[in-house]
């Protein structure tokens, strides 16, 4: 039986440089399945976080976040949702950076939304 790498030589040499890119997509693919379970411990904090996340973006007086989802992985606080202002994703990113437990924030996922409708995600 051959190992990763040995098939990953295999295919570069029988397909050339096209086959190398291919191979070594499939083997990340296959290096990035492979990430351990979460414990519960883990579960359990990314939770808390989360929630604490909820509860700062609901305390916030000028803006409206019921719209707005939180999870969080690791530390990372991924919002997601809609929110009416370009003003409102800035602030919901400040408001979740200040929140214990947060490393980052990612707000790539809050679309904006404009009298009522959908123009697309917001930068």
Same mark, same amino acid.
């Given at each position: 039986?051959?190992?990763?790498?040995?098939?990953?030589?295999?295919?570069?040499?029988?397909?050339?440089?096209?086959?190398?890119?291919?191979?070594?997509?499939?083997?990340?693919?296959?290096?990035?399945?492979?990430?351990?379970?979460?414990?519960?411990?883990?579960?359990?904090?990314?939770?808390? #976080? =989360? !929630?604490?996340?909820?509860?700062?973006?609901?305390?916030?007086?000028? &803006?409206?976040? +019921?719209?707005?989802?939180?999870? @969080?992985?690791?530390? #990372? =606080? !991924?919002?997601?949702?809609?929110?009416?202002?370009?003003?409102?994703? &800035?602030?919901? +990113?400040?408001?979740?950076?200040? @929140?214990?437990?947060?490393?980052?924030?990612?707000?790539?996922?809050?679309?904006?939304?404009?009298?009522?409708?959908?123009?697309?995600?917001?930068?």
């Amino acid at each position: 039986m051959q190992n990763g790498a040995e098939v990953l030589v295999a295919v570069a040499w029988k397909w050339g440089a096209r086959g190398t890119v291919l191979a070594a997509a499939a083997g990340l693919a296959a290096a990035c399945s492979t990430a351990p379970p979460r414990s519960p411990a883990q579960t359990e904090s990314d939770r808390t #976080v =989360a !929630d604490r996340v909820y509860a700062a973006l609901d305390a916030d007086p000028t &803006y409206f976040y +019921r719209h707005v989802d939180v999870r @969080v992985e690791d530390g #990372v =606080a !991924d919002l997601s949702g809609y929110v009416w202002s370009t003003n409102a994703i &800035y602030r919901a +990113r400040e408001i979740a950076r200040q @929140v214990s437990g947060v490393t980052r924030v990612v707000t790539s996922h809050l679309e904006l939304e404009r009298k009522g409708l959908t123009k697309g995600r917001a930068r």
